[in-house]
């Protein structure tokens, strides 16, 4: 098999990650077309040892294209999306445009696989902070149920894309030579800085990400049920969310029963040795494919209560890797 891939948004963050993914699990692409906007037009990128060269998005041939990674955000998703369906693409997108549609597949491989069967030309791939925290629950939902989950997330400045990670960059520098910064991207400088604000506040007091936590939470696992509260923060981290997550079971299970499920689990590796100082770490888990779970441990505060932390990084479990992987179920 030799199919025609194409990545919209090439030239961002998440979009050079999808390239490299591409390439290292030798995903069958027999031609890849990359696309961003003018800015980008006949820049190169290396894939599979030759160069390919980026197009102009607005003025592109989309005829011949068999799967669509989309990257570009979500105006530029919810305008070309269609018309990428339209001329016979499937298309898979990171953006959060279109992961509510009940006709749209919210997927990530490890927990709802089967629901890429029901696309209609468009599947979203979930929110980073979602991702992550899914992957964890999965075995533990499986065997006792999940009635809550509380969650504060730390989250690298990636998520935002490139200008966000040269803000950070950029702020640092100007801090070490005593300069003042000016911040574009972030409200507040993001450099030796918390900021409990990830997309817009909406009227509950939460933001939009923390209700997508919630909502895509409830969709991936097909449970209306399931309550999420979630503390969303970005951290001066340049790859790599983490997350402390408690959750409440239906069942009571013990910390032991959680760390036998999520070894066994597939794209979960644990670390978890707290008298020898080892617990998953942003920049261990920068890379790397895997969901880093560790500090299992019984929660204080319910009776049947699991708390844990959980390291990913955002641009490949969060972002490209679940992509291409949506794209490997496919074909
Ligand atoms: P470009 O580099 O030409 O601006 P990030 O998430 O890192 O900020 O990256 C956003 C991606 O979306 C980039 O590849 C960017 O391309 C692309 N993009 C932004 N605006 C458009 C547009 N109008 N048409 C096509 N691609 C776009």
């Known amino acids: 098999m030799s199919l025609t891939v194409a990545v919209v948004g090439a030239t961002g963050a998440v979009g050079q990650e999808m390239v490299k993914v591409l390439e290292q699990r030798s995903f069958p692409v027999g031609k890849l077309r990359l696309f961003a906007s003018s800015r980008s037009k006949g820049k190169e990128v290396n894939f599979n040892g030759s160069k390919v060269v980026v197009e102009?998005?607005?003025?592109?041939?989309?005829?011949?294209?068999?799967?669509?990674?989309?990257?570009?955000?979500?105006?530029?998703?919810?305008?070309?999306?269609?018309?990428f369906v339209e001329k016979g693409a499937t298309v898979i997108d990171n953006s959060k445009a279109f992961r509510m549609y009940?006709?749209?597949p919210l997927v990530v491989p490890e927990v709802n696989p089967d629901d890429v069967k029901w696309h209609r030309g468009i599947i979203a791939n979930p929110n980073c902070s979602t991702i992550q925290m899914v992957v964890a629950l999965k075995p533990i939902y499986d065997k006792v149920g999940i009635k809550r989950v509380v969650v504060s997330t730390y989250q690298a400045v990636s998520g935002t894309g490139y200008k966000a990670i040269a803000e950070l960059e950029e702020e640092v520098k100007a801090y070490v030579e005593g300069k003042e910064y000016t911040p574009s991207v972030y409200p507040y400088q993001i450099a030796f800085n918390a900021l409990p604000h990830i997309g817009p506040f909406e009227n509950n007091g939460y933001t939009e990400e923390e209700m997508k936590m919630l909502n895509e939470t409830r969709k991936i696992f097909g449970d209306p049920k399931i309550m999420v509260s979630a503390t969303t923060v970005r951290i001066p981290v340049f790859r790599s969310h983490s997350e402390s997550v408690t959750i409440e079971t239906i069942e009571k299970i013990t910390a032991e029963e959680v760390k036998r499920l999520l070894r066994e689990a597939k794209g979960v590796k644990v670390i978890d040795e707290p008298k020898e100082n080892l617990y998953p770490l942003a920049i261990d888990a920068a890379y790397k494919d895997e969901v880093f779970v560790g500090r299992i441990r019984e929660d204080l505060a319910f009776s049947k209560g699991i708390s844990f932390w959980v390291v990913s990084d955002n641009l490949r479990k969060g972002a490209a890797l679940n992509a291409v992987q949506i794209a490997e179920l496919l074909i």
Do not use: T
Not at 57 to 71: N, R
């Open 56 to 83: 102009d998005l607005s003025e592109a041939d989309l005829s011949g294209i068999q799967i669509a990674l989309f990257s570009a955000g979500s105006k530029i998703s919810k305008e070309y999306a269609p018309k």
């Open 102 to 104: 009940p006709d749209v």
